[in-house]
């Protein structure tokens, strides 16, 4: 597609439910990042795919979020048991080219709209 | 955590008038990028600056990066109320397994027509 896209734009969920949240990056990205962020506040990195693989998965905050992207394209942020401070904005990311280290072009991120997520 | 800590938090201008935004950073960087956001939704690159160049322009936008000082600023020249949004500076370390962007809180801009 033309960007990243992300559905659905807004979710509410009873705490203690399960969600999906899905990113589409843009054709060809082989980087991929979720981030979320709270109001007032800047995006806060949970996960980074390069391809299929998690190559760094240290922002989760808890065992209770898991991401996966079986085919290298499309990817899912999956939150079990919700909890109320989970509520946020989860923003997706893609790239070309991972963002820095050893490439020799440094490349910018696409952002999608991001999934409003509210936990009552 | 937040490797970066934009200044001020918050800046009003009139349209017409330039801005400036302040990035500090900590840990060395491979580059470091600015991005806009409009009403808390998806985030918008508007410049990227790796760590060996000092100075880089796009249109209205001017941006500068002083690595001993672990710094950058942004500078828009000209506003416009259309330039009214939250501004953030993002950083990629230098470590080559580490390719991730970490944003500071942002700024956000108001621009009075």
């Known amino acids: 597609g033309a960007g990243v896209s992300q559905t659905p734009s807004n979710k509410v969920t009873e705490k203690g439910k399960y969600v999906e949240l899905r990113c589409d990056p843009i054709?060809?990205?082989?980087?991929l990042y979720w981030y979320r962020q709270s109001l007032g506040q800047g995006p806060e990195f949970l996960i980074y795919f390069q391809g299929t693989g998690a190559a760094d998965d240290s922002g989760l905050p808890n065992d209770r979020f898991f991401a996966v992207r079986p085919e290298g394209s499309v990817s899912t942020l999956k939150i079990q048991r919700t909890e109320r401070g989970d509520s946020a904005v989860y923003l997706c990311a893609s790239s070309s080219l991972p963002l820095g280290g050893r490439t020799p072009m440094n490349t910018e991120a696409f952002f999608g709209q991001g999934t409003r997520l509210t936990v009552v | 955590s937040q490797q970066g800590e934009e200044d001020p938090q918050a800046l009003s201008i009139q349209e017409g008038e330039n801005a400036t935004m302040n990035c500090s950073y900590k840990t060395s960087i491979n580059n470091l990028q600015w991005y806009r956001q409009n009403s808390g939704r998806g985030l918008v690159h508007l410049i990227l600056?790796?760590?060996?160049?000092r100075e880089k322009h796009s249109g209205r936008l001017r941006v500068t990066l002083d690595t001993s000082k672990k710094s950058s600023s942004l500078l828009i020249t000209a506003s416009r109320a259309a330039d009214t949004a939250s501004y953030f500076c993002?950083?990629?370390?230098?470590?080559?397994?580490?390719?991730?962007?970490?944003f500071g809180k942002g700024i956000t801009l108001s621009v009075r027509p």
């Open positions: 054709s060809g990205h082989t980087a």
């Open positions: 600056i790796r760590s060996n160049e």
């Open positions: 993002a950083t990629v370390y230098l470590t080559g397994a580490n390719s991730k962007l970490t």
